[in-house]
């Protein structure tokens, strides 16, 4: 019975509070609900500048855009001339991470679902290569794209894919754990059979949470917007129209039949 918890943006329509004036558009964690309250605590909103795309806001630095910063640059630590292997290169934050990578001076690899997928990848993102994880011998394209090795995995999906890029790790790869969508079907979780081999390439995998580096969310965004502005980094929303479609965009999610951010606009 409760309020099925996401990202929103919206205009104050009326306001008991200095912090959030009549009129200025804010975003938070507003809920699944056209009408959300705010206030100081747990339900607090972020005031946005004046002029900002509201797609920019849940896109670029929403979370998903500020969970690639923080994952990639915090966890995964990429350097100048390393191979970054990126699943789900095609989502919102995939997208995001690689270009970033890019940005760092990396050679970035990314996995899809589907040859347009892959070609957006290539194509719009400016990734180097990108992969069909749908086809056959997984791991054998990813040995191929990536000969001397993964230096950082960023992985978005989990499962073989995941499989795949430990087969394929370079001494000292960092693995940043930010998703698993391949897990979240409803289906017993089944974990990489070969983890052994952080072992034996005495890799580091680690996952994170990006609503930890809150303090930091005007850092990331300053960045990602120098960035855009350069034309380093582009992002797409997919927008579907009408609060009653909220369910069916949200299934979306795991149908894999968009590309970047997945918004509702109400």
């Known amino acids: 019975g409760g309020v099925v918890r996401g990202l929103g943006v919206g205009t104050v329509v009326a306001s008991r509070s200095e912090r959030y004036p009549e009129g200025a558009m804010v975003t938070g964690m507003t809920g699944w609900q056209e009408l959300a309250i705010a206030d100081g605590g747990r339900r607090s909103m972020q005031v946005l500048p004046d002029g900002t795309d509201p797609l920019d806001a849940v896109g670029l630095f929403g979370p998903t855009g500020l969970a690639a910063y923080f994952g990639l640059l915090d966890v995964g630590r990429p350097q100048p001339g390393d191979t970054v292997l990126v699943s789900g290169a095609a989502g919102a ?11 760092h001076g990396c050679r970035v690899v990314g996995t899809a679902g589907g040859p347009d997928k892959c070609r957006t990848v290539v194509d719009d993102y400016g990734f180097d290569a990108c992969i069909d994880y749908r ?37 000292g790869a960092r693995i940043v754990v930010c998703g698993a969508i391949s897990q979240y079907d409803g289906a017993p979780p089944r974990g990489p059979r070969n983890y052994t081999q952080l072992i034996m390439r005495r890799a580091r995998m680690e996952g994170f949470l990006v609503f930890d580096h809150a303090e930091r969310y005007p850092e990331a965004m300053a960045d990602l917007g120098r960035w855009a502005g350069e034309g380093a980094i582009t992002h797409h929303v997919d927008v579907v129209d009408g609060f009653e479609n909220v369910p069916t965009a949200f299934a979306r999610l795991f149908t894999g039949d968009k590309i970047g951010k997945n918004a509702v606009h109400l």
């Open 93 to 103: 934050t995939g997208s995001v991470a690689g270009q970033i990578a890019k940005v």
């Open 135 to 171: 086809g056959d011998s997984l791991g054998d394209r990813v040995a191929e794209e990536c000969p001397d090795g993964i230096d950082v995995f960023f992985d978005n999906v989990g499962g073989d894919v995941l499989e795949a890029a430990l087969r394929n790790l370079a001494i």
